[in-house]
């Protein structure tokens, strides 16, 4: 291998692959500044692209063929349930996958119908993959992981599993593609739990059929966890070279020069695993002061086939700030992640940028992904880009300051959906959670964003510690009392489970919080349980089920739409011209039966498993996955409910959800 100290970085499955992750392009960017030869490879959009491909349909007609040869009389019912489903999206499938092309390319034009089909198939996929994969469930966002043990010697079983699910497309693309652009250096930009599970079997496989590689793990997953893995770092090895701890920019020019022969004395950010360069055992690095924004080259998306992701047309995210301005949520472990304080490009920078990003890759919407929007900042850019017509998604916090002024000027700008951190509207709850608004602040901001044209999407949190059930319903009475949300198409919302998670507040003063004990948990995991312990899940299922049963009456929802299919559609049709388009399109079809069937539509080979939470099976928005289909055969979704293991009063539940009959 010709030591010419190329780099390839990876973003590795599994991801949402509605557009880029940003890490990568930045990375890109910089190393090409520093004349340093560098590609990348978006391994998560092309693992889920390699699923999803007809030319798959053959094999997985093959494993269906043989588990039918397979069933007798002694098989169980909950086998044969799966067969016949399996074979439906497989016949399904085979009629209709061409369908899925909408999505899977740049859409041409703007069609309600053809995205609905789209999404049918993709959502079909998906569900046969969990039917073949059981007990592992796929989605259009991520392939969750059932492995639970996390321990150093969990985590190596795992990466050495010879049945990965996506052991065809590494093996027949991934590896050919690696072999070919021969990089002296292949860096991992992991994100989460499951990531790091997958990039450890693609670096194990690389390991193995490309000799002579470096490998290296960075991204804010473990940086959120350093301190906790610094010591058993080397339990990595042999398929992890090297660490990157924080910002990974200047660290991978370092290990660039030092593979290269170019060796320095100092290695900040950076811990060295392998046997020639390797740093003292559980020594965490020397910490690097972070760039700042302004050293940031414009991200370079170049290497990304951008009309791939399954966003209706492509969309860039974008970076105006560092860390969070805030800072002080209870729950939130982002500051933990970072050494960094908060820092900000100038106005004139950021537009700068923004025209460019416009201008060379043919992008008209945005994703600010700052973890919570500087208003002011982005009013002053929106003197800069107004022209361009352009739409931007962002997430943002509740602020005394904001008016209608500040909104007009950031909607004119082209802001389009604004993502609350809402989590509560309980008085004492906000306050325990340190969140610096209240409710009355809230429902201001609210009553403005309708005003001014601009769509929120609100997260909530339920269970918080201490958290009574008449608290969570202040949260519910709060929504239901704006009735211009529930006239919103677009207006959207999610309450999840609290999680206590390494490096939050929490965390560290827990019976601030009534938590008496924080039970262990494996090396690479970042969830706790804790005694006293959540709330009885039932009651919050019925609490979520009602309050939703309520609220989603008679909206004039589509299909569950992501926020990028919100944006693609404000974008292109405005929210008036969107509700006229879907009433023309639903007078030709009757959904009325299957607009509350499970988040994602998905029937998977067991519906329910315990450690699924009903609220995220119920949620009536999200789309009807093969509405068309179940209509023709209601009595097999009925029997792939009863024999989906789920317990009878939340089986109960889910058959009234759909109208049909509990008996």
């Given at each position: 291998?010709?030591?010419?100290?190329?780099v390839l970085l990876?973003f590795p499955?599994?991801?949402?692959v509605?557009l880029?992750?940003l890490a990568?392009?930045?990375l890109?960017?910089?190393?090409r500044?520093?004349?340093?030869?560098?590609?990348?490879?978006?391994?998560?959009?092309n693992?889920?692209?390699?699923?999803v491909?007809?030319q798959?349909?053959?094999?997985?007609g093959?494993?269906i063929a043989?588990?039918?040869?397979?069933?007798?009389g002694?098989?169980?019912r909950?086998?044969r349930?799966s067969l016949r489903?399996a074979q439906?999206l497989f016949a399904?499938?085979r009629?209709?996958?061409?369908?899925?092309?909408?999505?899977?390319?740049?859409?041409?034009?703007?069609?309600?119908?053809?995205?609905?089909?789209?999404?049918?198939v993709l959502?079909?996929w998906?569900?046969?993959?969990s039917?073949i994969h059981?007990p592992?469930e796929?989605?259009?966002?991520?392939f969750p992981n059932?492995?639970?043990?996390?321990s150093p010697?969990?985590i190596?079983?795992?990466a050495?599993k010879?049945?990965?699910?996506l052991r065809?497309?590494?093996?027949g693309?991934?590896?050919?593609?690696?072999?070919?652009?021969a990089?002296r250096?292949?860096?991992?930009?992991?994100?989460s739990?499951?990531q790091?599970l997958?990039a450890?079997y693609?670096a194990?496989?690389i390991?193995?059929?490309v000799p002579g590689?470096y490998?290296?793990?960075?991204?804010?997953y473990?940086?959120?966890?350093?301190?906790?893995?610094s010591s058993q770092?080397?339990?990595?090895?042999?398929?992890?070279d090297?660490?990157?701890?924080?910002e990974?920019e200047?660290?991978l020019?370092?290990?660039?020069?030092?593979?290269?022969?170019?060796?320095k004395?100092r290695h900040?950010?950076?811990?060295?695993l392998?046997?020639?360069?390797?740093?003292?055992r559980?020594?965490?690095?020397?910490?690097?002061a972070?760039?700042?924004?302004e050293?940031y080259?414009c991200?370079?998306f170049?290497?990304?086939?951008?009309?791939h992701?399954l966003?209706?047309?492509r969309?860039?995210p974008?970076?105006?700030t560092?860390?969070?301005?805030y800072?002080?949520?209870?729950?939130?472990?982002?500051k933990?992640?970072?050494t960094r304080?908060?820092?900000?490009?100038?106005a004139?920078r950021i537009?700068q940028?923004?025209?460019t990003?416009h201008r060379t890759y043919?992008c008209?919407?945005?994703?600010?992904n700052?973890?919570?929007?500087h208003?002011p900042?982005f009013?002053?850019?929106g003197r800069?880009?107004?022209?361009?017509?352009l739409s931007?998604f962002?997430?943002?916090?509740f602020?005394?300051f904001?008016?209608?002024?500040?909104?007009?000027r950031?909607?004119?700008a082209g802001?389009?959906?604004?993502a609350?951190?809402?989590?509560?509207a309980?008085?004492?709850?906000?306050?325990l959670?340190?969140k610096?608004y209240?409710p009355?602040?809230?429902?201001?901001?609210?009553?403005?964003?309708h005003?001014?044209?601009?769509?929120?999407?609100l997260?909530?949190?339920v269970?918080?510690?201490?958290e009574?059930?008449?608290?969570?319903?202040?949260?519910f009475s709060f929504?239901q009392?704006?009735?211009?949300?529930k006239?919103?198409?677009?207006?959207s919302?999610?309450f999840?489970?609290?999680?206590?998670e390494?490096?939050s507040r929490?965390?560290?003063?827990?019976?601030?919080?009534?938590?008496?004990e924080i039970k262990?948990t494996g090396?690479?995991?970042?969830v706790?349980?804790?005694?006293p312990g959540?709330p009885d899940?039932?009651?919050?299922?019925?609490l979520?089920?009602?309050?939703r049963q309520?609220f989603?009456?008679?909206?004039?929802?589509?299909?569950?739409?992501?926020f990028?299919s919100d944006?693609?559609?404000?974008h292109?049709l405005g929210?008036?011209?969107?509700i006229?388009a879907?009433?023309?399109y639903?007078?030709?079809r009757?959904?009325?039966r299957f607009?509350?069937?499970p988040a994602e539509?998905?029937?998977?080979?067991?519906?329910?498993?315990?450690?699924?939470n009903?609220?995220?099976?119920?949620q009536?928005?999200?789309?009807?996955?093969l509405?068309?289909?179940l209509?023709e055969q209601?009595?097999?979704?009925?029997?792939?409910i009863?024999?989906s293991?789920m317990?009878?009063?939340?089986?109960n539940?889910?058959?009234?959800?759909l109208h049909?009959?509990?008996s």
């Amino acid at each position: 291998m010709a030591d010419n100290g190329k780099v390839l970085l990876i973003f590795p499955p599994t991801w949402d692959v509605s557009l880029p992750y940003l890490a990568i392009p930045l990375l890109v960017a910089y190393l090409r500044a520093q004349k340093i030869p560098v590609s990348a490879i978006d391994a998560n959009l092309n693992s889920f692209r390699y699923l999803v491909a007809p030319q798959r349909l053959d094999a997985l007609g093959g494993i269906i063929a043989r588990r039918a040869a397979a069933i007798d009389g002694s098989s169980s019912r909950f086998d044969r349930v799966s067969l016949r489903r399996a074979q439906s999206l497989f016949a399904y499938l085979r009629r209709s996958c061409g369908a899925a092309g909408y999505l899977l390319s740049a859409a041409d034009g703007v069609d309600i119908g053809r995205f609905e089909r789209a999404n049918r198939v993709l959502h079909a996929w998906m569900s046969l993959y969990s039917i073949i994969h059981h007990p592992q469930e796929f989605s259009l966002y991520s392939f969750p992981n059932l492995h639970r043990d996390f321990s150093p010697a969990g985590i190596q079983r795992f990466a050495a599993k010879e049945d990965h699910p996506l052991r065809a497309y590494v093996h027949g693309e991934l590896l050919p593609q690696i072999q070919r652009q021969a990089p002296r250096i292949i860096g991992f930009s992991v994100i989460s739990l499951e990531q790091m599970l997958h990039a450890l079997y693609l670096a194990r496989t690389i390991k193995q059929h490309v000799p002579g590689t470096y490998t290296v793990f960075g991204g804010c997953y473990l940086s959120l966890i350093r301190r906790k893995i610094s010591s058993q770092l080397h339990t990595l090895r042999p398929w992890v070279d090297a660490v990157v701890f924080n910002e990974g920019e200047k660290a991978l020019v370092n290990l660039q020069q030092l593979v290269t022969g170019a060796r320095k004395a100092r290695h900040p950010n950076l811990v060295l695993l392998h046997p020639e360069l390797a740093s003292p055992r559980g020594e965490l690095p020397a910490v690097e002061a972070a760039l700042t924004p302004e050293d940031y080259p414009c991200p370079d998306f170049s290497d990304l086939a951008l009309d791939h992701y399954l966003a209706p047309a492509r969309m860039l995210p974008i970076l105006m700030t560092r860390g969070c301005y805030y800072g002080k949520c209870a729950f939130c472990n982002s500051k933990h992640a970072t050494t960094r304080e908060f820092s900000a490009m100038s106005a004139q920078r950021i537009a700068q940028d923004i025209h460019t990003l416009h201008r060379t890759y043919a992008c008209d919407i945005f994703h600010i992904n700052d973890e919570a929007l500087h208003i002011p900042l982005f009013a002053k850019v929106g003197r800069e880009i107004a022209s361009l017509k352009l739409s931007f998604f962002a997430e943002a916090r509740f602020e005394r300051f904001i008016d209608k002024q500040w909104l007009q000027r950031i909607h004119r700008a082209g802001i389009k959906k604004i993502a609350f951190g809402f989590e509560s509207a309980n008085p004492r709850v906000l306050k325990l959670m340190r969140k610096g608004y209240e409710p009355r602040t809230a429902r201001r901001i609210l009553r403005l964003c309708h005003q001014q044209g601009i769509t929120p999407h609100l997260f909530g949190i339920v269970g918080f510690p201490t958290e009574t059930p008449a608290e969570m319903r202040d949260s519910f009475s709060f929504i239901q009392d704006l009735a211009f949300l529930k006239e919103n198409p677009f207006f959207s919302y999610f309450f999840h489970p609290f999680l206590l998670e390494y490096g939050s507040r929490i965390f560290f003063h827990p019976r601030d919080y009534g938590i008496e004990e924080i039970k262990p948990t494996g090396l690479f995991d970042f969830v706790y349980d804790y005694a006293p312990g959540r709330p009885d899940s039932r009651k919050l299922d019925e609490l979520l089920t009602r309050f939703r049963q309520s609220f989603e009456a008679d909206r004039p929802h589509g299909f569950g739409f992501s926020f990028y299919s919100d944006l693609f559609f404000m974008h292109h049709l405005g929210t008036e011209g969107f509700i006229q388009a879907l009433r023309q399109y639903r007078a030709q079809r009757d959904y009325s039966r299957f607009q509350l069937l499970p988040a994602e539509g998905e029937f998977p080979a067991t519906l329910y498993d315990a450690g699924t939470n009903l609220m995220s099976l119920l949620q009536p928005w999200e789309y009807s996955l093969l509405s068309q289909f179940l209509a023709e055969q209601p009595a097999d979704v009925t029997d792939y409910i009863r024999t989906s293991g789920m317990p009878k009063h939340l089986v109960n539940q889910c058959l009234r959800r759909l109208h049909i009959h509990a008996s």
